[in-house]
């Protein structure tokens, strides 16, 4: 019994670490620009795909590269790479669909809208460039397994978890402790008065853009070892979910972010265990819906005060 | 006087027209599929309107609504005049379906209201974003639930109501789902409007310019609220059960996010608060639809590329915040009504 409840315990810490990587970006660009950046979860899409090209290039797939380059090697490269590109697509659809919105002082609703215009592009657009076949990720580092008390972890699951806990970590300590963050803080408490103090607000909304996007990209890489079956769609559903964990959470809090995420995790995984995994949605979803009547911004979330 | 009535005659001739070319044959049954698909979408779009566009809440679960609708809509329509292993014999002979049909509608209108509850009593605290995520989650809720309740098919789906309009049409040999959609569409809009711009629904609108200053001017808002969320969906209910007919068939899978998404689309691409915006969005979107399908998969990249190109150049949509009337006043020697 103990042991299946710790197996469950990984499982969900390991599902949790996923939507706490992608909540985490939601929460950054949102936090800033007040935005639901819906390609979010298509950007983590795209982010297992570049890991794919990324590490099937250094295996030497493609006849760049001599083959034969040792797993950990072109994990080390792979990583960088990839959050490095997927951080590029993040910030080319700020820079060409989102910044000519706000410079026009469009609706924000519009701007949401653009963003959900902007994830079906990702998804049909994979589609339609590499066609309807699901690609498998390579294995690059030898799955170990551990035992913890009765339970088996693998190195890979570790590694998503140990991750995120640093991920959280980093951003936590960018966001209260450094000047950028101080910038960021500032942009989303009045972005009109940020570039009369000499604030630039592009660069910092590129930052937030770039940290958020790679966050995705690296959640990207690791959901692909640990399930190594990409499809286009694969990020949709994860997206969705991840933004609903993040508001739960209580939008705008990277702590908040952080805990929804695992929240939804460990809700969806008691459920399947308990029910059955048909009703994981309805349940797990019912619950967060009766947590937002009963705060209804989030767990974290403050409530804004507004002057009429 | 005269002129005011004209645009009543000009429905009815409308309407006529509709079922006379049908009858002699020049709208064969794609046209006749294309077009009630099109008022569907239209249907949709309007009452999603409500609430995204005149109340500026963003709600982004529509397709729940519509798929309350659509199930409760077909089980009333295949106990009473099909039967079924689950729900036994026919209760009523074929013939009685003509009249009962509206009834059927007015089933699959009232249940999705209700379960617009599910949205309307969270809103009375949540606002904004958070309430977005509450409508996501119903969407999902619904969804969900459908695909785990057996006796409705669960994820395989729902099937007989092709018997029912195929009876109706045995007894009147007349286009019978293009006329109820056209007057779905037409009801819609009306009601919508009236609603809007009596001076009950002003409420509507103040919401969304402040909502904390709406409610010291004595605006009940949770009323006006609950009243706008049971309003629109239901009607997106409505737009569930004729779709449920038209098609003949239900599944979860139709009613997924992205059906949601494309009626967020349509809201917005038309402008927000402006019904003549989304009835031209819906229709604009649907032609796209169908004449892009040669593009097969890249479709789905066209037409979000199209929209993304429109947003750049015209953050407002289409319409902006003006009904047709506005741009050409004159139009407003042919309605009576504001």
Known sequence: ?308 | MSLRLTTPTALCALLLGLVGLTQIGILGQYEQTFLCTMGIYMILAASLNLVNGYMGEFSCGHAGFMAVGAYTASIVGVILFVGDPNFGPALLPMELAPLAFPVILAAGFASAAVVGLLVAIPSFKTRGDYLAVITLAAGYIVKSALENIEVVGGPRGFMGMKKVTLGIEETFAVPWMLIWIFIGVVLTVWLLRRFVYSTYGKGVMAIHQDEVAAEIMSVNTNHMKLVAFMLSSGLAGLAGGLYAYLIGFVNPASFTILRSTECLVMVYMGGMGSLTGSILAAGIFTIMLEFLKPLEQLKWVAIPMLLILLMQFRPEGIMGNRELSDVFPKLKRFYRFK
Not at chain 1, 103 to 125: D, F, H, P, Q, S
Not at chain 1, 241 to 267: E, T
Request: aromatic letters at 12%; hydrophobic letters at 55%.
């Open chain 1, 1 to 308: 019994m103990l042991e299946t409840i710790i197996q469950q315990g990984i499982n969900a810490l390991q599902l949790g670490s996923y939507y706490s990587l992608i909540a985490l970006g939601y929460c950054l660009v949102y936090g800033v620009l007040l935005l639901i950046n819906f390609a979010h979860g298509d950007i983590f899409m795209v982010g297992a795909y570049i890991a794919f090209f990324c590490a099937t290039a250094f295996l030497g797939k493609f006849g760049y590269i001599d083959p034969g380059m040792p797993g950990w090697i072109v994990l080390a490269l792979t990583v960088p790479l990839t959050m490095l590109l997927t951080s590029g697509v993040g910030v080319f659809i700020e820079r060409v669909a989102y910044r000519p919105l706000r410079l026009k002082g469009a609706n924000r609703l519009y701007v949401v809208i653009t963003a959900l215009m902007m994830g079906i592009v990702l998804e049909y657009g994979n589609l339609a460039m590499l066609g309807a076949s699901r690609k498998s990720f390579p294995t690059l580092v030898p799955r170990t397994i551990f035992e913890i008390g009765g339970a088996t972890v693998t190195s890979l699951k570790l590694a998503a978890i140990v991750t995120s806990f640093l991920v959280f970590g980093l951003l936590q300590w960018i966001v209260t402790r450094t000047k950028l963050g101080m910038a960021m803080r500032a942009v989303s408490y009045d972005k009109f008065a940020v570039p009369l103090m000499g604030i630039p607000l592009d660069i910092i909304i590129v930052f937030t853009f770039f940290l958020g996007s790679s966050m995705a990209g690296l959640a990207g890489l690791l959901y692909a070892m640990n399930f190594p079956v990409l499809d286009p769609f694969m990020g949709a559903l994860v997206g969705w979910k991840a933004f609903i964990a993040a508001v739960v959470g209580g939008i705008g809090d990277i702590r908040g972010a952080f805990i929804g995420g695992f929240l939804l995790a460990f809700l969806e995984v008691t459920v399947a265990a308990t029910f059955s995994s048909e009703l994981r949605d309805l349940i797990s979803f019912t619950i967060l819906l009766g947590i937002l009547s009963w705060k209804p911004t989030g767990l974290f979330g403050k409530p804004r005060t507004t002057k009429i």
